[in-house]
């Protein structure tokens, strides 16, 4: 069984990881870490999991933490950063939840965090927890920078047609929504119940901090076909509990040939990437829960601009579930271990 | 591995049915039926399924579910009676979903229901798959006719007390409110979301006919106790997808001793029950997806009047998952094999 | 025209105060106060007013509200009892949405609301602000204690079995439901959108702070049949943004009659109490942004039960709408000016 | 006052026609029609009208309509073809809220609605309704063909840019969602609470009958500007009961100048279009039951493409809205008549 630490486990990735891995034939979790609720049992806290777990939150301790096999940050950002150096210099394998070790440049980090960055001497050597993109290199990684989810999601969107050079990178747009979860489970009055239920809103438009991140990772698919990439990327807030759906445009170069086949054949060996038949759109809901990316590609009345359509479930593929399949990976396990399960519908 | 029939897979418990299978390591859904979508992939129709099924809805013929070791009816009342006779016949296990075979007296039946019992002489054979009250029973039965789900919510609620003939059966009240998936997934205005979200009503107030099966099943529960028992029923529409809670009153007798402990012993030894710590309520989304049912037992302000919160999924323990759970006893598997997953939270 | 001052205007009741009055051709409100907010346009933090108001927060002054007609109170409890003296005694008329002056036992409300009243020599001065039973009283108060949400559903749906005395006062039985606009406008971890949505469950039945306010107004009603009187009162969270919906239960003490039409006849002539015709049961959302209550009653299976539905809109008829009816009904006005539009539906 | 006839009135658009003229002080409906209900009162299918009208559905007929000083058509696409040559020849003023005459060019219009036109003759002569473009010709118009939902939204969005030739028409973009009325009363599965509700999704994305409406549309608007214009048009389905919220993107031709003083010069005088403060964006709720419209713009990062968000409630401004303001112009009233309620908030 390979042990697993969880650290800052009260918010909704924390709970999603303990929610998959009760269900992981080959992990368990042997600690959990929070301040603020040291002591507490996990089920008290989160009543989903009562009769699943015989575990209490425990302050976070480097020794405790060096003794679990992989560790998981579930943390806001900037907590990892504080923490990494002497873990990874204990030997742990980590997996950061967290936007800490995402972006490669420190100064365009700092510029979108607002803050002095605590540890980029390890940035370097963060692999992006993707695994369509860097499953090699994820297999042998100490520490793994999960990607956040809406980068998830238009990564994962634009891919196909990225590699193959098929599309005008200077004028790429993403609008994407997502569920309250996305938030975090801080109290806030935007994010009640009575105020983000019935009505729909764009939101961080002038610029989201998933924006470096997402130019990032799609200029590293493109490569050469990515020279002057730039995204215009619109959040929006949706009145679901879970779920971003992304709506990504693109101008075609050309012809761009059979773009169904194209995205069929990219994502026919990935097991979390679903390429829907022609003529269908995916629902947020058909992944709630799942590890899955379900995606379709049309070019609407042949004029030249593509759509493409990813929904991905912001705590699972989005965070917390594509930790665990970045765990399975650098451990030798099947990559859907604990998350084979379909999704509840309706 | 148990070969798994259903009948009539297209609606929610048939979705159910298939989501919980997919995960069982010891059942197989081998066949499906539905007359209107035979021949269509059941990933088709249900896209939460995709990868998990390879298997076409087809047209029920007693030859092929002879085949299987058991067989669920995921139909409408009416239907199950006009197959049962030859099925039961030819040797099936039968776990019927369906109203049909759960009132033991054939008018009351026809009565609420409207219509002639098509298949009066099996009646008596049933076994009302209720687990916390009929599990030696359902360990044998070829014909199990699986409660509703209100009337497993409210039977739960009120069982302890029942029992022990602490409350007075002569007035006991069922306050209780369901998603909308409890209507099935029949097109109807009053069920658009249009209509049903951001609201809430009563119905049915003047009779429904899960009543009937609610009052027989706490009479058998209360014997000599539930002489004059009479209960009032309150169903409400919730804007919710899943979910029934089920508020209960009743008048004590006298000094009823310790409520708590009294729940918590009666159902210590209950995989799928779950009383809550003294002080805390059941929220429906805590057991969304899972066979769990979660109660709360209370006697505000000590003015003898006891108030039971109850919930479950309605869907799972109130349909398909309690179907499970009667398989499993019927196969001698673990009780909860397939459905150990934790709830989905948030 | 009547100068309206808002004490404390910058949460749920306040807004719903302000979009009554925006409409309302005899009434002008001429100051809002806020500390937090004091300088700030309301239609700034209340984006629906953009173009009705050009009125900014004030700082709280006894001169300035001095000036009002009539200044209502939307605060939190304790706020206008620490005021209240030199309003009144400065010749101001005053309607207090808050609970400060609703509990003529200044012992219970210490008990239920865990404080000193700062103001107990004016709380036998005060009126109940219940129309349907203090109409007289009102038109010449001075000061109005208007009744909380809860406590006006139920009231008026035990009105007319109260008052004649047909019904078994020893164990009645409110449960009840309410929006999250019912919990205010307060950043919480419960009411966010992520925890209350999609779910339901009761919360206070341990004893909610409206219980004593409810059984005062209920032996009120009732008078001498109400000797004996005790309610087990409910209250659980919908995942609605208003509403509130009571299912109110009691013993009939015989024949009762004709229920249907004791209900019609008794509320015949009340602007807002509307008695839906025999089989229907109301929907909280036909109230919605409406003073209206709406009222069934049914016996069901005549088993000597009698059920009442009744639903309001908590921040409508459970709060601003009654004050703003209660001053109508100060000053001579049509009762329902300003409240004359039908909901909105769907 | 202004006699008005309603042509089917059992929809969406038509209890919204008769909510918003419940409270017009110069308008009274006098006839409302509909095949399936005629005899019925309003108020019993539509509960929130309850004491607002007495008035009955009756079968159409010609005569009683033309009694009327104007008549809206609240009825799908293809009604009001068949009835309008009569009622316009009688001299009648009409409304259409269907798409019958929205489209100039026939062909056009029978590709996208898949059938005949019925009254061919009378498409030249209508005016297409949307007051900012036309308010000249409203003033004086016979027959008035109401815009569309998304086409208000979109239309009001890229409208100043468009007029100005500030924008790329060959690559714009509109992403755009709904809520569930935008797809009217009809039973169907898909708009079931249980299948829509915390969920999104994109739909009629290869070719949605709105995008001929649109383009023609903006051609009006651009004018020279808009040579070559072409629309990549993605509706999506929102888990809300109305709003609709465009989200459209276009790129700059080159220093656009303050995009903001723009759009706030060019709707300075419009009554039901309301600029946001730089750096607020718009929320559906705040428009909800009013004929707003909330419009923002930005241009995020200064990169060359332009965003703007315009929001709309589908049933008022989108439709029922948008046709009593047409009505006020047409017969001289206030533009806002019976129109002048800020939204419900929360």
């Known amino acids: 069984m390979i042990k697993v630490g969880i ?3 009260t918010g909704y990735t924390g709970v999603e990881l303990l929610r998959i891995l009760a269900s992981h034939p080959q992990a368990e979790v042997t600690v959990i870490t929070s301040r603020a609720e040291a002591g507490r049992q996990v089920s008290e806290l989160f009543p989903n999991l009562r009769g699943h777990y015989d ?4 302050e976070p301790s ?3 933490l060096l003794e679990c096999d992989v560790i998981f940050f579930a943390t806001p950002h900037g907590v990892a950063q504080a923490m990494m150096a002497e ?5 742990a394998r980590v997996i950061d939840l967290s936007a800490d070790f995402r972006i490669r440049d420190i100064a365009t980090w700092e510029k979108w965090y607002g803050q002095k960055h605590g540890c980029p001497d390890l940035v370097a050597s963060a692999v992006y927890g993707l695994p369509e993109v860097n499953r090699e290199k994820i ?9 956040g989810c809406y980068p998830t999601s238009i990564q994962l969107g634009f891919l196909p047609l990225l590699e193959k ?3 005008d990178v200077s004028s790429l747009i ?11 489970k801080q109290a806030s009055v935007p994010n009640l119940f009575s105020e983000a239920s019935d009505s729909f809103k764009a939101y961080g438009a002038a610029g989201h901090r998933h924006l470096p991140e997402i130019e990032q990772g799609l200029v590293d698919i ?3 076909h990515a020279n002057g990439l730039s995204l215009t990327f619109v959040p929006h807030l949706l009145p679901t509990i879970r779920g971003i759906h992304s709506t990504l445009y693109a101008k075609l170069k050309g012809d761009a040939g059979d773009l169904q086949a194209l995205y069929e054949q990219r994502y026919a060996n990935e097991p979390f990437v679903d390429v829907l038949p022609k003529g269908d759109f995916p629902q947020t809901r058909t992944v709630k829960s799942t590890n899955m990316c379900r995606i379709s590609v049309i070019e609407p009345q042949e004029r030249g601009t593509v759509v493409i359509m990813s929904v991905i479930d912001n705590l699972t593929k989005g965070a917390s579930g594509q930790g665990v399949q970045n765990m399975n990976i650098m451990f030798g396990l099947d990559e859907n271990m604990g998350m084979s399960s379909p999704a509840i519908l309706p």
Chains 1, 2, 3, 4 share one sequence.
């Open 139 to 147: 297999k042998s990684a100490q520490l793994i920078a999960c990607p």
């Open 222 to 224: 493109g490569g050469e």
């Open 165 to 167: 050079g098929l599309i």
């Open 174 to 184: 993403a609008n994407s929504a997502s569920g309250t979860t996305g938030a975090g």
């Open 7 to 9: 650290v800052g486990g």
């Open 55 to 58: 575990l209490a939150f425990s």
């Open 87 to 91: 873990l990874i210099e204990g030997g």
């Open 62 to 64: 480097k020794e405790v």
